[in-house]
T-cell receptor, first 113, second 109 residues
């Protein structure tokens, strides 16, 4: 089925470990986003991309890096995980940033111990 | 900071009732986004609007730009409508949406 696929779905990391979350979309969307969702808070934008080879910082970018080497993939990296990065991470994509709805992945639940 | 306030935070309704969820914001915006988060966690985009009203099935979204307010209505509610409904706004300056904390809706058969 067309859509946004996130891998992995669950992960437990030790403090200081690194990992990469993969987001893949097959809808030829230009825009891709990484959000985190924490209890009692709205979704917060980490980084986003408006096209292949471009990335930009969102509201909470510290501790994360991203890459968009191919249009269909958007990678989120944690170089040295911290307990504050325990969260549910969602990837989303859209045709444009404004007039079209977003398609979300199913989320990645990350726990840093 | 949170640019977006939703009310109520929690809502319980009987099946068949007409439901209204409210979203208020404090800055000038270029777009407003309504989303639904299912109990399992999946998020679905419902409406993107910048003026007037949009309708899809039993869902209606309205926005009043002057009053900085939007409403999401659900007609003839059903237990499968039980979910968290999230409002997000894109301010006139900047490139991102800011999300509310959501309204948790439970529809009882």
């Amino acid at each position: 089925n067309a859509g946004v696929t996130q891998t992995p779905k669950f992960r437990v990391l030790k403090t200081g470990q690194s990992m990469t979350l993969l987001c893949a979309q097959d809808m030829n969307h230009e825009y891709m986003y990484w959000y985190r969702q924490d209890p009692g808070m709205g979704l917060r934008l980490i980084h986003y991309s408006v096209g292949e080879g471009t990335t930009a910082k969102g509201e909470v970018p510290d501790g994360y890096n991203v890459s968009r080497l191919k249009k269909q993939n958007f990678l989120l990296g944690l170089e040295s995980a911290a307990p504050s990065q325990t969260s549910v991470y969602f990837c989303a994509s859209s045709w444009s940033g404004l007039y079209y709805g977003y398609t979300f992945g199913s989320g990645t639940r990350l726990t840093v111990v | 900071k949170n640019e977006v306030e939703q009310s109520p935070q929690n809502l319980t309704a009987q099946e068949g009732e007409f439901i209204t969820i409210n979203c208020s914001y404090s800055v000038g915006i270029s777009a407003l986004h309504w989303l639904q988060q299912h109990p399992g966690g999946g998020i679905v985009s419902l409406f993107m609007l910048s003026s007037g009203k949009k309708k899809h099935g039993r869902l209606i979204a309205t926005i009043n730009i002057q009053e900085k307010h939007s409403s999401l209505h659900i007609t003839a509610s059903h237990p499968r409508d039980s979910a968290v409904y999230i409002c997000a706004v894109k301010p006139n300056t900047g490139n991102q949406f800011y999300f509310g904390t959501g309204t948790s809706l439970t529809v009882i058969p």
